[in-house]
T-cell receptor
Framework: AQSVSQHNHHVILSEAASLELGCNYS??????LFWYVQYPGQHLQLLLK????DPLVKGIKGFEAEFIKSKFSFNLRKPSVQWSDTAEYFC???????????WGAGTKLIIKP | GAVVSQHPSWVICKSGTSVKIECRSL??????MFWYRQFPKQSLMLMAT?????????EQGVEKDKFLINHASLTLSTLTVTSAHPEDSSFYIC???????????FGPGTRLTVT
C-alpha cells in the first residue's frame, strides 16, 4: 500500500535557523505532492504543491520544496525560520489515478524566539 | 483563493443524539468532497469520499450507517453523526476539490464533544 513518511515528529529550532523537513513516499508511479501547514488553532493551509515541471517549487512564506524522483522524496525547506512558523506541517501525496490524499504523520515545528 | 466553510465550528451533544455538520464550498463547485477525522496530535484520517449526486465511498473501518454523508449539490456536503457516543468526540474536517485538480481546499473543522 502507498504510504508517506515524515521523519521528524518534533523539531525545535531557534529563529533564523535553517529548516529542512523530510518527506518520503512509497509509490512507483506518477504522484502529486503537497505540503500543508496547520497553525495553532487554525485550519490546514496549502504551503506548496508539485504536479509536474520544475522539481524545485516555491510556496508561500518563503518555503520551498524539492521533488527528487529517484529518492521518492519531497523535502520542505526554509533558509531562515521565524517564530511565526511554529505550526504542524503535513506532507501529502495523491496518485494520478486517485484524488485521495495520502498523509504523513505530521511534524510539529517549534521556533524559539 | 478557494474557500471552504464548515458549520458549526464546535458542537456539544448528549450521548445518543445525532449531529449534522455542514461543509460548503463558497466560491467554487466541488466535484468531490472529503471528510476527515483528526485525533489529538495525530494526522488526518480519511473517513469518506463523496462525489456530488453519488453515494459516498467509506474507508475501511468507518461505519456508513453511523456517519451519514450527503452530497446533494456541488457546493454542499453534510456529515451526520448518528447516535453519537463519547468516543465519537473528535475534530471533523472537510475538504473539497474541483474539476480535475488534485488540490484539496480545507474547511476550518468542527470540534464535536459528546457528553
Amino acid at each position: 500500500a502507498q504510504s508517506v513518511s515524515q521523519h521528524n515528529h518534533h523539531v525545535i529550532l531557534s529563529e533564523a535557523a535553517s529548516l529542512e523537513l523530510g518527506c518520503n513516499y512509497s509509490y512507483g508511479g506518477t504522484v502529486n505532492l503537497f505540503w500543508y501547514v496547520q497553525y495553532p488553532g487554525q485550519h490546514l493551509q496549502l504551503l506548496l504543491k508539485y504536479f509536474s515541471g520544475d522539481p524545485l517549487v516555491k510556496g508561500i512564506k518563503g518555503f520551498e520544496a524539492e521533488f527528487i524522483k529517484s529518492k521518492f522524496s519531497f523535502n520542505l525547506r526554509k533558509p531562515s525560520v521565524q517564530w511565526s512558523d511554529t505550526a504542524e506541517y503535513f506532507c501529502a501525496v495523491s496518485l494520478d489515478s486517485n484524488y485521495q490524499l495520502i498523509w504523513g504523520a505530521g511534524t510539529k515545528l517549534i521556533i524559539k524566539p | 483563493g478557494a474557500v471552504v466553510s464548515q458549520h458549526p465550528s464546535w458542537v456539544i451533544c448528549k450521548s445518543g443524539t445525532s449531529v449534522k455538520i455542514e461543509c460548503r464550498s463558497l466560491d467554487f463547485q466541488a466535484t468531490t468532497m472529503f471528510w476527515y477525522r483528526q485525533f489529538p496530535k495525530q494526522s488526518l484520517m480519511l473517513m469518506a469520499t463523496s462525489n456530488e449526486g453519488s453515494k459516498a465511498t467509506y474507508e475501511q473501518g468507518v461505519e456508513k450507517d453511523k456517519f451519514l454523508i450527503n452530497h446533494a449539490s456541488l457546493t454542499l456536503s453534510t456529515l451526520t453523526v448518528t447516535s453519537a457516543h463519547p468516543e465519537d468526540s473528535s475534530f471533523y474536517i472537510c475538504s473539497a476539490r474541483e474539476g480535475v485538480s488534485h488540490e484539496q481546499y480545507f474547511g476550518p473543522g468542527t470540534r464535536l464533544t459528546v457528553t
